[in-house]
């Protein structure tokens, strides 16, 4: 099956500071790369995604990178501020038996320092 | 439009127990998939199913189980419930079982067993 790693776990940056975080896979049939973002008691929304015919794929302040050869993305915050602190999660999606099945890494909480 | 609905919102059980939680897609979406999130954890993919019936199932064993109905409505339950059962439970909804079609979750369902 996939496995999705993470990294950081914790990201602490200064606001306007900018903030990576990176995912890697393990199944080169995996192609749909989304990212979520959930605060605290809510719920995971969708704040980007990637397909994985397209290298890079940008959204005002966020942007998302992907190299399928190396099998890993990153997430990629500029102009950081207090209000996107929360926990972010990358997926990898890969088809199986006619259905897509998407692998969670273990998520970043990212805390953005006034 | 209106967006995925879940109940309860939390919901405590005992060992052995049985539990059944709901969840209101999002207007025009057919497909649902359910999610187990531990505390510190990404989702958990459990099943997926698409016009009533299940077509992609994580590595959950068969004591979970779903049903999906006409009106987008769907139920995940759990029988012979373990400690480790404890989690959010998040639902999410799409259009359709394409791999690159965004998922709408829910607020989640908080199950604590005892």
């Known amino acids: 099956g996939e496995n999705v790693e993470q990294h950081p776990s914790t990201l602490s940056v200064q606001e306007g500071d900018s903030a990576v975080i990176k995912c890697t896979y393990s199944?080169?049939?995996?192609?749909?790369f989304p990212w979520y973002k959930q605060e605290l008691g809510k719920r995971p929304q969708l704040i980007i995604d990637i397909r994985s015919n397209v290298g890079e794929k940008k959204d005002q302040r966020i942007a998302v990178t992907l190299n399928k050869t190396a099998k890993h993305f990153s997430l990629h915050i500029t102009e950081t501020q207090p209000e996107d602190s929360a926990v972010y999660f990358c997926?990898?999606?890969?088809?199986?038996?006619?259905?897509?099945?998407?692998?969670f890494g273990r998520g970043t909480s990212l805390i953005v320092h006034p | 439009e209106t967006g995925v609905t879940q109940s309860p919102t939390h919901l405590i059980k005992t060992r052995g127990q049985q539990v059944t939680l709901r969840c209101s897609s999002q207007?025009?979406?057919?497909?649902v998939s359910w999610y187990q999130q531990a505390l510190g954890q990404g989702p958990q993919f459990i099943f997926q199913?698409?016009?009533?019936?299940?077509?992609g199932r994580g590595n959950f064993p068969p004591r979970f189980s779903g049903l999906q109905f006409p009106n987008y409505s769907s139920e995940l339950n759990v029988n012979a419930l373990e400690l480790d059962d404890s989690a959010l439970y998040l639902c999410a909804s799409s259009e359709g079982t394409d791999s690159n079609q965004p998922q709408h979750f829910g607020d989640g369902t908080r199950l604590s067993i005892l």
């Open positions: 199944d080169s049939a995996s192609n749909y």
């Open positions: 199913y698409y016009r009533e019936e299940e077509n």
């Open positions: 207007s025009g979406h057919n497909t």
């Open positions: 997926a990898a999606k890969r088809a199986s038996g006619g259905s897509y099945i998407p692998t």
